[in-house]
Every structure is written in structure tokens, then in C-alpha cells.
């Protein structure tokens, strides 16, 4: 299997040969967001120059081509990032923060996942009760009474009975994610054998059904179920960034993707909503009119008299200077809003920092990195906007 390994928003070049026209179509039209192909044509020979947008991850192209998208930000503070978003808030991963690269991360990530599962297989699986419909030659439960007098001569008893059983939802979440995950061929073969082993574990207890990343979110949970929370958010993880298309029975591709502007976007505002002072309030994708409906990234409003501090907008883009789009977007932002400062966030500096005050509208570009500790480089941000808070 040919693997590339691209840095995100960098070029790779691939002798042409290496990737077929019907793969680079695939690519095309399938990840056409995440990768960039081109053939290039000169005096070195034809290739194909590939091209990582702003997504991290890994994408099984076929059987035969896999590419992993690695980030420009160092993997723990990726995981540090994951931590802030709502889906993860409260949950810390220790057994990540030392993975070098993307693939020690996602099998690190799924090695976490089967221990877990193998683990709760010890100390028993949760069971619950599960309404049931079937022909008995014993009354169990109550009879079914509208079956029963339909067809009077059927010899078998029509019931409705509670079944106790291991085969419910949450254990059939964990049983797909992990059948998922053996499909991807996205782990090392010490990894896999781990998943297979749980998958092996549920097998007989627990039927295949899919799900999605949806069916994790918002479920209930009692004292019996509660160390459920943290596994499916773990298999919540890894159905919301996978992208899977089967035929005929075989793997066709598997994505495992990350898309690193939410991330930033979803990281910077939950950084500023637990450290602004306590006067200010952030609000996120704050909607408004301007002749249509918009959604300013991030706007601070102070509590008492709700007037507006600051428009935000975070921007995870490598620039050298604020694109002339992008300063008009926000200043349109703050005229609507009658907010004298608009910011623009970006997670490295620029060539060319703005600080635009043409009129009682102040525009500024900032950085929020995210090549060091994140904490101290949010302490930094914060610094430059708190002579104004």
C-alpha cells in the first residue's frame, strides 16, 4: 500500500505513475475540501502535486493509497484543544499527551477505546429491559390480544414481555464503532488486534446495527449506566469524523477526519468564555441582519448594559497580511453591532499586522497561537485586548 503523508497547508509531489486518473478523480470528488491534486507537467516529468487544506487526518483512498494529513500544531495541543470543545469539556486523555503524530494519536485513541470496553466486559456489561413481541408456547409477559384473536387456530401464544438483556443501545454504539473501526484499516496491527479483541468480546452478546455520531449525544444515563458517558463519548469521536463508503461488501474509503477552523474557532471561544472578566459575556455565533442574515463568530458584551465590546472573528489561516475581505467582513460586523473594536484572530502572526482606525471603528489583527502552551499563548491574547476590557 502506497502512504503519503502530507503537512497541512503544505505541497507533496508524486511521480504519476504512483496514483491512478480514476483515484485522483475519487480524491476529487470525494475530498476535494481536504486535498488538492494537480498534474504538473515539465521538464522533470509529469506528478501529481498534492495539496493538505485545512483538515488533519487520515483518508483510505483504496486499498492501495492511504493518506495521512498531518498538523502544523503540535498533536498535544490539538488533544488540548479537543478538551476545551463542549463534547469533551470535563474529560482529560493522559494516555495521549505523548503521541508524536497523527497515526500515534488515532491508534493510541482506539487502543484506549478497546481497553475500555475489554475492561467493562470484565466487570459485566449493563443490562436493561427491552420490550419484546413474539410467538411463545408459554405465556410470558401478557398475550397480545388483537394478534391472538386475528389468527384464533395459531397453536403459539402471541405475547408482549420485558427482556433483560445485554443487546441495547449502548452497548450496540460501542459494537459499531469498533466494527468501524476494524473496516478503516486505520490502525497498526498491534492496535487492531486489541479492537478485534473487544469487538470479539461483545460479539456474542451484542447485535450489528449502524449508528451515528448523533445517536452518542444527549443520551440518559443512571447510576447503572454511568460509566457509559465516557465510552461513547470516545465512539462519539470517532463516528463524527469518519466518513465511510462500502460496496459490494468491500472498503471502498474511510476518512478520519478533522476540520481545524471549527476546531480553532470552537477552542478560542471556549478559552475566552472561561477566562474573560467577569463583567463580559461572549457570545457565539451571534446572529444578526445586514440586509441578511449573519453569524458573527464571536461578540463580548458587557452584562450590565449589553453594549457591545468587541467583535471577533477567528481566522485559521496562514497570511501574511488580513485579506481585504476579511477586514471588510468585520468592520461590517461592527458597524451593525455599534462596536468601536473589531479583532480578527489568527493562530500565527502576520507579515503584516493590521491596525486600521479610519474612523470610531478600531480594527486590529491578533494572534492566538498555538505552538506552545496553550494556556500562557491565550494568557498572551488576552493581554493585548485587556487594556480595553
Known amino acids: 500500500m502506497l502512504i503519503i503523508t502530507l503537512k497541512e497547508y503544505q505541497s507533496q509531489e508524486i511521480p504519476r505513475e504512483s496514483i491512478s486518473y480514476d483515484l485522483k478523480e475519487k480524491l476529487y470528488r470525494e475530498y476535494s475540501k481536504q486535498i488538492e491534486i494537480n498534474l504538473i507537467a515539465d521538464k522533470k516529468g509529469d506528478r501529481w502535486r498534492i495539496n493538505a487544506q485545512g483538515y488533519v487526518g487520515y483518508i483510505q483512498v483504496s486499498p492501495d493509497l492511504a493518506i495521512f494529513i498531518e498538523p502544523k500544531t503540535p498533536i498535544k495541543n490539538v488533544l488540548a484543544m479537543l478538551e476545551y470543545t463542549p463534547e469533551f469539556n470535563g474529560f482529560k486523555f493522559p494516555e495521549l499527551v505523548n503521541c508524536d503524530t497523527l497515526q500515534d494519536f488515532l491508534n493510541s485513541l482506539a487502543a484506549l477505546l478497546a481497553n475500555q470496553v475489554l475492561e467493562k466486559c470484565r466487570r459485566g456489561l449493563y443490562r436493561s429491559y427491552i420490550s419484546q413481541n413474539a410467538n411463545l408456547e408459554y405465556v410470558r409477559g401478557r398475550i397480545d390480544i ?175 497580511t488580513v485579506s481585504s475581505q476579511d477586514l471588510h467582513q468585520v468592520r461590517s460586523y461592527a458597524i451593525a453591532m455599534q462596536c468601536p473594536e473589531a479583532i480578527l484572530i489568527y493562530p500565527q502572526d502576520l507579515t503584516k499586522a493590521l491596525d486600521h482606525k479610519p474612523d470610531a471603528i478600531h480594527t486590529r489583527s491578533l494572534t492566538f497561537a498555538l505552538d506552545n502552551d496553550l494556556d500562557q499563548c491565550g494568557q498572551r491574547f488576552l493581554a493585548n485586548i485587556r487594556s480595553d476590557l
Open 146 to 320: 388483537p394478534k391472538a384473536i386475528q389468527k384464533p387456530w395459531q397453536i403459539k401464544i402471541p405475547c408482549q414481555y420485558q427482556e433483560n438483556t445485554h443487546d441495547n443501545e449502548d452497548n450496540q454504539i460501542i459494537f459499531y464503532t469498533l466494527h468501524r473501526i476494524l473496516r478503516s484499516q486505520l490502525c497498526t496491527e498491534n492496535t487492531q488486534t486489541k479492537v478485534h479483541k473487544a469487538f470479539h468480546a461483545l460479539q456474542g452478546y451484542v447485535n450489528l446495527y449502524p449508528f451515528t455520531a448523533a445517536d452518542c449525544r444527549d443520551r440518559h444515563y443512571s447510576r447503572l449506566n454511568q460509566d457509559y458517558r465516557y465510552l461513547h463519548l470516545l465512539c462519539q469521536f470517532f463516528l463524527d469524523r469518519t466518513a465511510p463508503t462500502h460496496k459490494q461488501g468491500q472498503l471502498s474509503s474511510f476518512s478520519f477526519l478533522i476540520d481545524m477552523a471549527s476546531l480553532y474557532e470552537n477552542f478560542v471561544a471556549a478559552w475566552l468564555k472561561r477566562h474573560l472578566p467577569p463583567h463580559l459575556r461572549l457570545y457565539k455565533q451571534y446572529s444578526i441582519q445586514i440586509g441578511l442574515t449573519c453569524a458573527i463568530d464571536l461578540v463580548i458584551k458587557d452584562i450590565q448594559s449589553e453594549e457591545c465590546k468587541f467583535i471577533l472573528d477567528a481566522k485559521y489561516k496562514i497570511k501574511e
